[in-house]
């Protein structure tokens, strides 16, 4: 057991699915969880079986019609009073979060916060759903009603835990669709916890359901011929296979997926401001943020000047045990920080140039943790590999611009289209470029600070479908039309 003092005791009592309204323990193969900052092993999760993953479709799809059936007001009590509980239980589940993610305990706390949130606003839009009418002269009506989908399958990443469960989940039961997640086999633990908290908010037995386990268990999911809609958070790889089970069951698809976010700083930028967002940007979560501006895409008569702001405070950032909140927590896993070393190591091998970090950090107090080095390659050519790649870990690269023009040529020369930043004081060409780059998001003179409440999705390769903010509801909402003859 790790020695943290925060770190919770009692994780061997909760449940490894949630199946039914039961807490059930798996019957595939068992699966250590690691705490990253120390190496050691805390808890076995045994993986479920495809068994298993039939039983809470099956559950999920025999719980559909008493939850949409429930009237919209009392589905949004039930949705409210989650929120209730996940804020009351916010210091654990943060805890749990932490741990389990390697995320410094502010950052897991303020997911925590955003999952109430998600839980919240999607609680308010139960009783919102409204039709059309749709005029077809005297002797007919037509009427639209949104039904939900019916059942719901969502596979989660390991850097957003909480956070993506919610965006999913609280949109998909306010519609009255009913749900199977499946978070990674890296971080299961928040995802059994919430769907505990559902049952006791007053969620019905098989409307929330938690399987876990690998790729296998996702698979068997998102290709069930009882899915109606599949959403998926992870990388562009998985995301495509994703799509392709889902083909079997033709199933609806929502894919949030990897992203080489550029972040432009045109000459008239304020330079402090641009400094603090492309820090916080790439070295937020060490990195392992999808949303990450990863490439920094500067004008040639500041770059400089930027660079050394940029590399000033990257150098101040302080690594510790993710429960003591430092700025840095370890990588995810040791699979994730041999990933990021060796996109390092071949960008040196190429010849490009590293003005800080580039290597692994071993703390005094924690010398088997998995940390990294805020790292910096300047000036890198577009079709390099750690231009082009996602590298999801602390890693920034710098590209030199000449001019907008150029800037939003090379922004758009990625496969990806999640999210950019611009930094100007001109706020028509500010506009000029927010309307022309490939990204579902755009944050000018700032850099993820979008909240909660507005649509969040990818273009390119970064992604189908849009979460959060009204636009999370559609997904989750079949529309029929009925035609009146009067
Ligand atoms: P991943 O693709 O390895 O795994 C994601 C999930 O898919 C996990 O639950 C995994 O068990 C499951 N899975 C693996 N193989 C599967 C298969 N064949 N069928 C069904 N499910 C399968 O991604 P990850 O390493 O957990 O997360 C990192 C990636 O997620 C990065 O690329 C990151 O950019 C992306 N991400 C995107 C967003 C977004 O909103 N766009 C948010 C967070 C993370």
């Given amino acids: 057991m790790t020695a943290h003092p925060l770190f919770p005791t009692d994780l061997d009592r909760l449940p490894h699915h949630l199946i039914d309204g039961a807490g059930h323990s798996g019957a595939g193969q068992p699966r250590a969880l690691i705490d990253p900052a120390t190496g050691e092993s805390y808890l076995s999760v045994v993986d ?20 949409a059936d429930t009237a919209p007001g009392a589905r949004a009590q039930v949705l409210f009073r989650l929120a209730d509980l996940i ?7 943060a805890a749990v979060e932490s741990a389990n993610v390697g995320k410094p305990l502010s950052q897991a706390r303020r997911d925590v916060i955003r999952a109430v949130a998600y839980f919240r606003f999607y609680a308010g839009c139960c009783d919102k759903l409204n039709g059309d009418s749709i005029p077809l002269g005297p002797d007919q009506t037509a009427l639209t009603v949104l039904e939900p989908v019916g059942v719901t399958a969502h596979i989660l990443p390991w850097n957003y835990p909480i956070s993506t469960l919610a965006r999913g989940a609280a949109p ?7 749900i199977v997640a499946k978070p990674s086999e ?11 908290l559902a049952l006791e908010a007053g969620v019905p037995p098989g409307v929330f359901n938690v399987v876990c386990g690998a790729g296998d268990v996702g698979a068997a999911l998102a290709g069930h011929a009882d899915i109606a809609h599949v959403t998926f958070t992870g990388s562009t790889a998985t995301g495509r296979r994703v799509m392709q089970a889902a083909s079997a069951p033709v199933a609806g698809v929502t894919l949030e997926l990897g992203g080489k976010s550029p972040v432009v700083v045109l000459a008239d930028a304020d330079l402090g401001a641009a400094a603090d967002g492309v820090v916080r940007g790439i070295f937020f ?13 500067c ?22 045990h993710p429960l003591d909140d430092p700025d840095l927590g370890p990588l995810v896993s040791a699979s994730q920080i041999a990933r990021v070393d060796g996109f390092v190591d071949r960008a040196r091998t190429a010849g490009l140039r590293c ?7 071993r703390p005094d107090a924690l010398p088997n943790g998995l940390f990294y080095a805020p790292t910096i390659f300047t000036d890198v050519p577009a079709d390099s590999e750690i231009a082009r790649d996602e590298v999801f870990g602390p890693v920034l690269v710098t590209q030199i611009c000449e001019d907008a023009d150029h800037a939003l040529t090379l922004a758009n020369g990625s496969d990806f289209g999640l999210v950019a930043g611009i930094y100007t004081a001109d706020a028509s060409r500010a506009l000029q470029i927010a309307r022309r780059v490939e990204a579902g998001q755009v944050f000018v003179n700032g850099f993820l600070q979008g909240g909660d409440t507005v649509p969040f999705g990818g273009m390119k390769h970064s992604g189908i479908g849009r979460e959060k903010g009204l636009a999370g509801l559609a997904a989750y909402c079949a529309t029929k039309s009925i035609v009146l003859n009067h």
């Fill in 355 to 361: 003005v800080t970090g580039g290597h692994r950090v």
């Fill in 285 to 297: 979560n060490a990195g392992q943020v999808c949303a990450a501006g990863a490439r920094l895409i």
């Fill in 48 to 67: 479920a079986d495809p068994t298993q993953v039939g039983q809470a479709v099956a559950s999920a799809k025999g719980a559909l019609r008493g939850w």
């Fill in 172 to 178: 998909a039961l306010a519609v009255g669709a009913t």
């Fill in 299 to 320: 004008h040639r008569d500041v770059h400089e000047a930027l660079i050394e702001r940029v590399v000033e405070r990257a150098e101040a950032l302080t690594f510790g």
């Fill in 87 to 93: 804020a009351g239980q916010a210091d654990r589940l």
């Fill in 186 to 196: 890296l971080t299961p633990l928040s995802a059994i916890m919430v769907a505990q």
